[in-house]
T-cell receptor, first 117, second 115 residues
Framework: GAVVSQHPSRVICKSGTSVKIECRSLDFQATTMFWYRQFPKQSLMLMATSNEGSKATYEQGVEKDKFLINHASLTLSTLTVTSAHPEDSSFYIC?????????????FGPGTRLTVL | AQKVTQAQTEISVVEKEDVTLDCVYE???????LFWYKQPPSGELVFLIRRNSFDEQNEISGRYSWNFQKSTSSFNFTITASQVVDSAVYFC????????????FGGGTRVLVKP
């Protein structure tokens, strides 16, 4: 149980284009989804938290107009990197959890490696 | 603010050796949750364990064991009789209190198990 998928697993795009990454909880309804970014040999950096049906909450320093997050249903959240540039190249990981009345375990997707040329 | 420190950046062992990963945390909350995740080379974070602050019982799961000591704010993880498949980056994380569901990650410890 608690399986989270991400699509695509790897994407290469040209500078200036937009890229959409999907995160799905396959066997549970995720009340909250999180988006992280990870640079090589570094820890995970939380970008934003999204709850189904409401606007995402972004961490300090993360551009909300650059990284658009939509949590349209209890099983799907999307991250769109708009007008991507080489510095946006990174490993993006989502996680999902369900509310059981307190902080709950986050289950992570397999990640998406974005390369912007 | 919450903080998690994993002082060991990389540990190299030979197969069948035991390896202990240290995790020290800081929080002002009385209710909090501690986690360990494994990140193999494929990149996906695999959930290993969750422990709440009121449960100091140590836990064993197969070759994995965890030692939670509130007195020293530590939540250490031991792999017994390591195997090559244990090679990965291991992250300790903390949530709860004002942070709610948000995870504060340590820097991670890379474990390399050589055959």
């Amino acid at each position: 149980g608690a399986v989270v998928s991400q699509h695509p697993s790897r994407v290469i795009c040209k500078s200036g284009t937009s890229v959409k990454i999907e995160c799905r909880s396959l066997d549970f309804q995720a009340t909250t989804m999180f988006w992280y970014r990870q640079f090589p040999k570094q820890s995970l950096m939380l970008m934003a938290t999204s709850n189904e049906g409401s606007k995402a909450t972004y961490e300090q320093g993360v551009e909300k107009d650059k990284f658009l997050i939509n949590h349209a249903s209890l099983t799907l959240s999307t991250l769109t990197v708009t007008s991507a540039h080489p510095e946006d190249s990174s490993f993006y990981i989502c996680s999902a959890s369900w509310d059981r009345g307190g902080p709950d375990t986050q289950y992570f997707g397999p990640g998406t490696r974005l390369t912007v040329l | 603010a919450q903080k998690v420190t994993q002082a060991q950046t990389e540990i190299s062992v030979v197969e069948k050796e035991d390896v202990t990963l240290d995790c020290v945390y800081e929080t002002r909350d009385t209710t909090y949750y501690l986690f360990w995740y494994k990140q193999p080379p494929s990149g996906e974070l695999v959930f290993l364990i969750r422990r709440n602050s009121f449960d100091e019982q140590n836990e064993i799961s197969g070759r994995y064991s965890w030692n939670f000591q509130k007195s020293t704010s530590s939540f250490n993880f031991t792999i017994t009789a390591s195997q090559v498949v244990d090679s990965a980056v291991y992250f300790c994380a903390l949530s709860g209190g004002a942070a709610g569901n948000k995870l504060t990650f340590g820097g991670g410890t890379r474990v390399l198990v050589k055959p």
